[in-house]
């Protein structure tokens, strides 16, 4: 073993996030080689045989075997590193900073600034400019990896589901390793706009799809194209470094590289049959949605580095909260926002000094990032002057603050509360676009366009899984303001997302508004102070939600691409592995005891109870969840029920059902244990007992703690209570499921014709596309045809033949096409100008040269003189 | 004998310059520009000799500035008159004023 591994273990992680990257660039290198020689295939010679033993015309299927190759190592690693990282917590010869960087290393990238080096007292003393860079800060975009429980339990999550992923897309694309591949989904002679399409695109068809490697528009029973077998694990390659290098990343800039890296890889992921209209418009609204929330991000990244003058996570931490260590027992001070008010002094410097209400003032208090002696450090708190005092006034820093002798600290600034807000909700916004939360919710349904895995691989381990991952990450950067926005936003998705789900016929449709939902449920954990069950949530939801995307895989592929839920029915005796393991998944996501959805989910609804105890007037954000619990049963049972048992709905389709090869199923398998047993802990019964959260409380930063000691203290309380309730509702919900579905009792026609009205608003989901189409869509095109019109012409192509060319336009003349033209013609005139000097004799020429000599000789003449 | 000084030599620079330059603006013949040019570079010639004379901290600089400049002005004749033979080749004529096909 390497001197460097024993010192750095962390390194490992570093190695096991380049190997998807390593995988990338080989397999996209050998790509463009075969690419460049394919012109000379038919000529002979170097470059031919180059080709064809790359393959040829036929997609290469060493390069699938070779990304999960990389994928499986990776998974190993990040397994031991695991196993690596937590034994190391058990070492007692280690202090809390050697381990620091055994775990964690950072470099500069790109150097903006030199580094302020002066001791913190002198840096004080340099008076006025308070806004100078605080000491230590180095002022440089820095790469780096962090190791903490969180961030090793989501490696290892990522890899292996990422692992199983790409052993099933091996059978899953199966088709595409074919050397011509024909798509149904294309009308190959003329695209034709679906019905759901909105009127505006109808009206202008998109253009004839480029046909993919020259080959022809083929027959009329489909497009043809060339199996792109290679090209879908480049993609999946790419996708799982990304979110590898997120998840380790110890500073906000490299997360937001990783965030863009991943958005476009979803992007390509998405719109993999691109030559279908709507997969390229699904692809394409992923992308823009991401676009408005990732812009809330760039402005709190913004915000972040003006104000606090790091990205890097701890740091960052370190300046807004308030130091940790305190041999004073005044502990519960710690990790706390402080807010306070800005006092200028006789001399004109600025102070700022605690309000005599605490939490009341403008400013937020921010902290040097390293202490000389942080033990030294006395509590901060109402208590902490009003004890001393009594009479309620403010107080100087000098003695609310820092009672011994420590005054000049306090100068180390502050940023004003309102900004810190801001800050929150840009990152917040970022991760409401990434992980699917209303209102930013409407490209994940769409998403589904994408192969069945790439659904899997964004639904559970990538992409949605980013959002969340980051709110836990900057947890502490969150003002309780800030935490109460996202416990309502994941409120109202959960619950919307659920009533949607519940009409929903697509197989995929179904299990893409169950993320939805379930992302609700983490982000409003992580908003009432559940930091360690949301993220638990997020772990153990990664697994079954993996299992149930490739079970609807494996369904789908077995019933010939039918995605549709009415057509399918009685499968259960054709495949069985896949139904018991969608079993699996839908009792882990119900929240079955033992299973380990039980266990995270029980946490959820216990933090949210404790919330709303302590906040009788936020008790909405217990409820929604309890009821959104019976809907999930409801909706999950019902997807399993509709497709496995029953009579068959439709015999063609039932038919020629099958199962799938080995290849699929062993993931499916696997990952159902995982889905059982991932959240087991000692003793199996007790929800709290559960091994995977007590790993995550380690990890937990002590700002939930600080922020949330009474809500913490009521989840304790009523915890049983909580589980109980969830317990019941789910029941519930199943046993309505068993009741309409299985044994069918009521029929659900009749209920739709009830509810006629309800069920219409909820199978066009709540209206969303449309109102978005109206406010957004409709007046950006409306305005892109208004400004084409205001242009000289209304295209720049040439007219048809047979009319006359249009005449210009007086508007565009008169505007900002009329000044660039006087601009262009102005600089022509004087070029025509300056020719008439340019005679071509050279008499001439000289007679200038003689001129301009005399003429400077006289200039130095008069200026020396 | 005396010394003559710096002035006359300046001056007779001064004279051979004018003379060169005028020949260059108004003869029409190339060889006669060339000749010109030639007086020119000599005007600058004397100038150089001239200082490295009557002032001691260019004595070697002057000098070798005029051997320098000589070299010069043996490779500019043996180039100018390439071109003038070329020129003489394509319109029969070695008239300046008729070479003005790149003007503006």
């Given at each position: 073993m390497p001197d460097w591994f024993d010192a750095t273990p962390g390194r490992l992680y570093v190695v096991a996030t380049l190997l998807p990257l390593a995988a990338f660039v080989v397999m996209l290198g050998i790509g463009g080689v075969r690419c460049l020689c394919r012109p000379y295939r038919q000529v002979g010679g170097t470059a031919s045989s180059v080709y064809w033993l790359l393959g040829g015309d036929r997609p290469l299927k060493t390069g699938a075997y070779w990304a999960t190759g990389c994928m499986a190592a990776a998974a190993a690693l990040a397994v031991t590193g695991l196993v690596l990282f937590l034994s190391d917590g058990y070492r007692a010869d280690l202090s809390p900073e050697q381990r620091a960087a055994r775990w964690g290393e950072r470099v500069d990238w790109v150097r903006i600034g030199a580094a302020d080096s002066a001791p913190p007292g002198e840096w004080e003393n340099r008076g006025g400019d308070r806004r100078r860079t605080p000491p230590g800060l180095s002022l440089a975009l820095e790469l780096g990896y962090r190791i903490d429980h969180l961030s090793a339990l989501m490696f290892a999550m990522v890899t292996v589901i990422g692992t199983g992923i790409f052993v099933f897309s091996i059978g899953y694309m199966k088709d595409e390793t074919d050397e011509v591949v024909e798509d149904h989904e294309v009308d190959a002679q003329t695209p034709r706009p679906r019905p759901e399409d909105p009127p505006e695109a109808a009206a202008h068809p998109p253009a004839h799809p480029a046909h993919h490697d020259g080959h022809g528009p083929g027959t009329e029973h489909g497009f043809r194209r060339r199996g792109r077998y290679g090209r879908f694990f480049l993609y999946l390659s790419l996708f799982c470094f990304s979110m590898l290098n997120l998840i380790v990343a110890d500073n906000l800039f490299q997360v937001f590289v990783s965030w863009e890296l991943v958005g476009l890889c979803s992007f390509f992921l998405i719109g993999f049959y691109y030559e279908r209209p709507s997969a390229a418009r699904a692809a394409n609204k992923a992308f823009i949605v991401n676009r408005i929330g990732d812009a809330g991000f760039l402005v709190g990244i913004l915000i972040a580095w003006t104000s606090l003058g790091t990205l890097n996570f701890e740091e960052m931490t370190r300046r807004v909260r308030?130091?940790?260590?305190?041999?004073?027992?005044?502990?519960?001070?710690?990790?706390r926002l402080v807010r306070v008010n800005p006092k200028v002094d006789e001399d004109g410097d600025r102070r700022y000094v605690l309000p005599a209400e605490a939490g009341t003032g403008s400013h937020l208090a921010l902290f040097p990032i390293r202490w000389e002696n942080p033990r030294h450090y006395h509590g901060l708190g109402p208590h902490a002057h009003t004890s001393r005092h009594g009479d309620g006034a403010e107080h100087d820093a000098e003695d609310g603050f820092w009672p011994d002798a420590r005054p000049t600290y306090f100068s180390y600034g502050a940023m004003p509360y309102w900004l810190f807000v801001v800050m929150g909700l840009g990152i917040f916004l970022g991760c409401v676009g990434k992980s699917a939360q209303v209102p930013l919710h409407t490209w994940l349904p769409d998403a589904m366009e994408g192969p069945t895995p790439v659904s899997a691989l964004i639904h559970a381990a990538t992409m949605v899984a980013a959002g969340v991952y980051l709110v836990g990450r900057a947890f502490p950067l969150f003002a309780p303001e800030v935490l109460l926005v996202i416990a309502y936003t994941g409120a109202v998705t959960l619950f919307v997302s659920a009533t949607i789900a519940l009409v929903q016929t697509d197989i995929k449709r179904v299990l893409a508004y169950s993320t939805c939902s379930q992302l609700g449920y983490m982000m409003l954990a992580l908003g009432v102070g559940g930091w360690v069950a949301g993220l638990l949530h997020l772990l153990t939801h990664a697994f079954f939600k993996a299992l149930l995307f490739l079970g609807s895989g494996s369904v789908i592929l077995g019933c010939h691409h039918e995605q549709d839920l009415r057509k399918m029915g009685g499968l259960y005796p054709k495949m069985r592995v896949t139904a018991l393991t969608m079993l699996v998944g839908v009792l882990a996501i119900t929240g079955a005891p033992l299973f380990s959805g039980w266990y995270s989910k029980d946490m959820i609804i216990g933090s949210a109870l404790g919330f709303g105890l302590v906040h009788k007037e936020h008790i909405l954000l217990f409820l929604l969840p309890l009821l959104t619990a019976a809907m999930t049963g409801f909706y999950m049972f019902r997807l399993w029920f509709l497709a496995f048992t029953g009579k068959p709905r439709d015999e063609h389709v039932h038919a020629t059902a099958h199962e799938s090869p080995a290849v699929m199923t062993l993931p499916l398998v696997v990952l159902a244990a995982f889905s059982i047993g991932v959240a087991w802990g000692s003793p199996v019964w007790d929800a709290d007992a559960s091994y995977l959260g007590h790993l995550l409380e380690k990890g937990e930063p002590g700002a939930v703690e600080a922020q949330f000691l009474e809500e913490r203290h009521e989840t304790h309380e009523y915890h049983l209570t909580a589980g109980a309730m969830a317990l019941i509702a789910a029941a519930l919900g199943a046993g309505l499921a068993v009741v309409v579905y299985w044994k069918p009792r009521i029929d659900p026609a009749a209920i739709r014709a009830q509810l006629g009205g309800v069920y219409t608003f909820l199978l066009r989901k709540w209206y969303f596309d449309e109102m978005y189409d109206a406010a957004v869509v409709r007046p950006t095109v409306r305005l892109a045809f208004a400004a084409a019109a205001a242009d000289k012409r209304p295209t720049d192509a040439p007219p048809p033949p047979g009319q006359p060319e249009l005449p210009p336009k007086r508007f565009d003349l008169l505007t900002l096409d009329g000044w660039l033209n006087a601009l262009g013609q102005a600089v022509g005139s004087v070029g025509k100008g300056l020719r008439a000097v340019q005679t071509g004799q050279l008499r001439n020429y000289v007679l200038f040269l003689a001129l301009t000599v005399a003429a400077l000789l006289g200039i130095l003449l008069s200026l020396g003189g | 004998m005396s010394e003559l000084g710096l002035p006359p030599f300046l001056v007779l620079s001064a004279f051979l310059f004018v003379c060169g330059v005028v020949c260059v603006a108004t003869k029409r013949n190339a060889i006669g520009v060339l000749m010109g040019v030639e007086l020119v570079l000599n005007a600058a010639n004397v100038n150089f000799v001239a200082f490295a004379r009557y002032n001691p901290v260019f004595r070697l600089e002057g000098e070798v500035f005029a051997l320098m400049v000589i070299v010069l002005a043996a490779a500019e004749a043996a180039v100018a008159l390439a071109i003038i033979l070329n020129f003489y080749n394509n319109h029969a004529t070695v008239d300046v004023d008729k070479a003005d096909e790149l003007k503006g």
């Open positions: 308030s130091p940790e260590r305190d041999t004073h027992g005044r502990l519960e001070y710690a990790d | -």
